[in-house]
């Protein structure tokens, strides 16, 4: 069955430091893999996309992430945070055969001035 | 371009009763999806349409059902309303083109739904 699961509920870190989220999918088939972010009180977001090509995917505010298919990760990665980065943050797997879409449990990250 | 058109946006129904939630999209979209949120457990996936005259089951099925009447609608209907379905739910289209261009979901502005 497809799932998603990342892996830290809760991130808190201070401006400037680095990030990453992880982010593991079970599926055997090919998939199609996403970052959202949920800024509170606003909708979901798209960070970034792969489909297909480079594995490293670069993103919107100054996000990427590595598709890594031997490990099925997709991790998110920051150079260095902003408080604006402050939000939720969702994986989601898509199965490229079936277009069943489904999300990981969310990660919070509180970014301290 | 209205995108995503959600309704209602807040309900409040009685353990028992049964309600449709609509949903339509004027972006041409093959794939519709409904979703709910829950805190602490992201979104869950109840049931999804690949395309026009197909559904399939997500992850959280059970005490739902879902119509996709046309390209366009797809609703999703609570035949007996439990507390456990207080949530707020979430239509979304996207263009699943296989190739990634524009590909994205599109999000209704959501259901705050209350069952009492």
């Known amino acids: 069955a497809q799932s998603v699961s990342q892996h830290n509920h809760h991130v808190i870190l201070s401006e400037a430091a680095s990030l990453e989220l992880g982010c593991n999918y079970s599926?055997?088939?090919?998939?199609?893999l996403f970052w959202y972010v949920q800024y509170p009180g606003q909708h979901l977001q798209l960070l970034l996309k792969y489909f297909s090509g480079d594995p490293l995917v670069k993103g919107i505010k100054g996000f990427e992430a590595e598709f890594i298919k031997s490990k099925f990760s997709f991790n998110l990665r920051k150079p260095s945070v902003q408080w604006s980065d402050t939000a939720e943050y969702f994986c989601?797997?898509?199965?490229?055969?079936?277009?069943?879409?489904?999300f990981g449990q969310g990660t919070t990250l509180q970014v301290k001035p | 371009n209205a995108g995503v058109t959600q309704t209602p946006k807040f309900q409040v129904l009685k353990t028992g009763q049964s309600m449709t939630l609509q949903c339509a999209q004027d972006?041409?979209?093959?794939?519709m999806y409904w979703y709910r949120q829950d805190p602490g457990m992201g979104l869950r996936l109840i049931y999804y349409?690949?395309?026009?005259?197909?559904?399939d089951k997500g992850e959280v099925p059970n005490g739902y059902n879902v119509s996709r009447l046309n390209k366009r609608e797809f609703s999703l209907r609570l035949e007996s309303a439990a507390p456990s379905q207080t949530s707020v739910y979430f239509c979304?289209?996207?263009?699943?083109?296989?190739?990634?261009?524009?590909?994205?979901?599109?999000f209704g502005s959501g259901t705050q739904l209350s069952v009492l």
């Open positions: 979304a289209s996207s263009p699943l083109t296989g190739t990634g261009n524009n590909e994205k979901l599109f």
């Open positions: 989601a797997v898509r199965s490229s055969n079936t277009g069943k879409l489904i």
């Open positions: 972006m041409n979209h093959n794939s």
């Open positions: 349409s690949a395309s026009e005259g197909t559904t």
């Open positions: 599926y055997g088939g090919t998939v199609n």
